[in-house]
Structures are given as structure tokens and as C-alpha cells.
């Protein structure tokens, strides 16, 4: 027994020598699982596969990435729930993100922004930076950058939207919401939440008259089929709200978390690009593939007088002081 103890001591004091002399043991790679309700070509889809493929050239074997798109694990109410759980890691998050901290209702008010550097400008910055101490607050997620769903144009079958008086009892699909949903009522239209998935069979069945999205998304879910009219509003910008588990993101290493900042800044980039490029090439698109859909301005002068008085009630619902600050960044 004495020989055999001798021996085991000898043996871990080899390895203890090979140990030192090969240097430190490399660290475990980081398991990371990502998910998106949308499908290939949506603006959130786009955006969390080149934090995807971003991450996996920043880290290489370093990271294992179980990655699900198209909805397979659920709609976006789902992975907000799993991503704050803890059983997903990373997810981009579209207009619900006010379902869990009411700062974000400032992206509801009409009008707010009118080209994307003046966007940049206000989510790269100090207002970018409150709305993630807030967001680790009130729903324990890290935010890792703002990408985009980009600017919003309404569609629908009754007819061009062109002043609020045109909305009177229009049939409006929008986001859950409840600020979106109170701006369309304010404006004259009858607002009805639904999911994005089920929008074209409602719109083609006469369920709700319209909706409101980017042409991203117009396009992606070819709305233009099933519609007459789109009216150029840009009314909102939709940003996505990307977002990390915090405790998740906690536990990183400085170098884990350096390239994961990394690889979140390239598809912030990318995702903006995207919706420039939509915005450029997709109304063509559209107009040659539906030549019948008319498109038409708005008169954006009427709307401003509405507009004033849905930022001042959803100014008591993101709160007077962070929505006085939000407006004066945006005004800069």
C-alpha cells in the first residue's frame, strides 16, 4: 500500500511539472444560445445572424452557437420570457421591449425621428446608455446595441392615408403595444393587436383593413399582395432592442465579453445598413411586383398637432423627466 501511494504522488507531481511547463490550461469555450421569432430576410433575423457569424470569426472554437430562427422556439412574447429565464442567451427584440420597461414607449411617439444619423446619434449616446441601466433594472437584460426595424408606413384597403381624418375607422394591425396601440385610437383608426404571422391571411380574409411596418417587412411578408394602398408616413422608427441575458453576461471573461461587444457593434452596423438598403431598393420592388398598389405622402403638417398630444400622454407612461431628456437628444 506504501509502494502504491508513493507511485499515485509521483504521478501528480508529473503532471503537476507537465502542467507548468505546457502553461495555463485553456479556458472552456462559451455555449451561447440564440433565437429569433422571424425568418431569413426579416430585419431581427438579419440582425442576429451576423452577431452570429460576427462572434464566430471574433472566437472561433472559442464559442459554441446553437442558433433558431423562424419562430421554432415561439413568438417574440416567448423568447422575452426564455431570455430573461435564462434558457436562451442573446435575442433581438422589436416593439414589445416596452412590455418590459415603460421608458421604451418614447419610440411610440409619432414623428420623433427623421433620418437614421440623428437615430445614431440618440441610441449611440447617453440616452442609449440610460435605457440599458434601466433595462438591467426592470427586466435583467443587457443591452448590447440598437439595430433596426426601421421607419414605419401604413398600408390598407379602404384608402391613402394622407390626413388623420383618412384613419377614421380603419382596421389596423399593430404591435401589442398598448402606446402604439393608444397612438392609432388618438389618430382616429381602430387598432388590433396581432401576430405578425397571421397579418397576410387577416388582411386577404377582411379580418383588419391594414397595417404598419418598414418595407422590410412590407416586402419579406408580402403584404403588397394582399393590399391597395401605401402611405408613406415613416410615423415611428422601430429600433431592435438587442439584448443579452445579464447574469449571463456577467459571468463572461473580459476577453469573452470584449468579443462579444465586438461582434454586437458589427451587427448594430449591419443591421442599419440593412434597413437603408431596404428602404432604397424595396418600394421598387414593390411597385414593379404589385404595379396595381398605389403609393402616395402623407401631409405630415396635419398630423403634428395629434402628434404633440400623443407624446404628451405617452410622456406619462415612459415618465415626464426621461421623455423631456429623450425629446431634447432627438431635437439635437
Do not use: C
Amino acid at each position: 500500500m506504501k509502494s502504491f501511494g508513493k507511485i499515485a504522488l509521483s504521478a501528480l507531481a508529473a503532471a503537476s511539472v507537465s502542467l507548468s511547463l505546457s502553461g495555463p490550461v485553456s479556458a472552456q469555450a462559451l455555449d451561447l444560445r440564440l433565437s429569433v421569432e422571424s425568418t431569413p430576410g426579416a430585419s431581427t433575423q438579419q440582425m442576429l445572424a451576423a452577431f452570429r457569424d460576427a462572434l464566430k470569426e471574433e472566437m472561433g472554437d472559442g464559442v459554441n452557437i446553437d442558433y433558431f430562427d423562424s419562430g421554432t422556439l415561439g413568438d417574440e412574447i416567448v423568447h422575452m420570457q426564455q431570455v430573461r429565464t435564462g434558457q436562451l442567451d442573446v435575442i433581438p427584440i422589436g416593439s414589445d421591449a416596452v412590455q418590459l420597461d415603460s421608458k421604451f414607449a418614447v419610440f411610440d411617439i409619432p414623428f420623433l425621428f427623421s433620418d437614421r444619423d440623428q437615430v445614431a446619434s440618440v441610441l449611440d449616446g447617453d440616452m442609449g446608455e440610460e435605457l440599458d441601466k434601466s433595462f438591467q433594472e426592470n427586466a435583467g437584460l443587457k443591452i448590447l446595441g440598437f439595430g433596426e426595424i426601421g421607419f414605419r408606413n401604413i398600408t390598407n384597403n379602404v384608402r391613402p392615408i394622407v390626413t388623420p381624418a383618412d384613419l377614421k375607422g380603419v382596421k389596423l394591425r399593430t404591435p401589442g403595444s398598448k402606446t402604439r396601440i393608444m397612438s392609432f385610437q388618438m389618430l382616429g383608426a381602430s387598432p388590433i393587436k396581432m401576430n405578425i404571422g397571421e397579418v397576410y391571411l387577416a388582411m386577404e380574409q377582411g379580418v383588419i383593413d391594414g397595417q404598419e411596418n418598414p418595407f422590410g417587412n412590407i416586402a419579406k411578408w408580402s403584404w403588397d399582395e394582399v393590399q391597395k394602398y401605401i402611405s408613406k408616413s415613416k410615423h415611428v422608427y422601430t429600433p431592435i432592442t438587442f439584448v443579452m441575458n445579464l447574469n449571463r453576461y456577467n459571468s463572461l471573461t473580459d476577453a469573452q465579453r470584449e468579443a462579444v461587444h465586438k461582434a454586437a457593434r458589427t451587427a448594430v452596423l449591419s443591421s442599419r445598413q440593412y434597413g437603408a438598403d431596404n428602404d432604397a431598393n424595396l418600394e421598387a420592388v414593390i411597385r414593379e411586383r404589385s404595379p396595381d398598389v398605389q403609393f402616395n405622402d402623407i401631409d405630415s403638417a396635419s398630423f403634428q398637432a395629434v402628434a404633440k398630444e400623443i407624446g404628451a400622454e405617452i410622456g406619462k407612461i415612459a415618465g415626464e423627466d426621461f421623455t423631456a431628456k429623450f425629446l431634447a437628444a432627438a431635437s439635437n
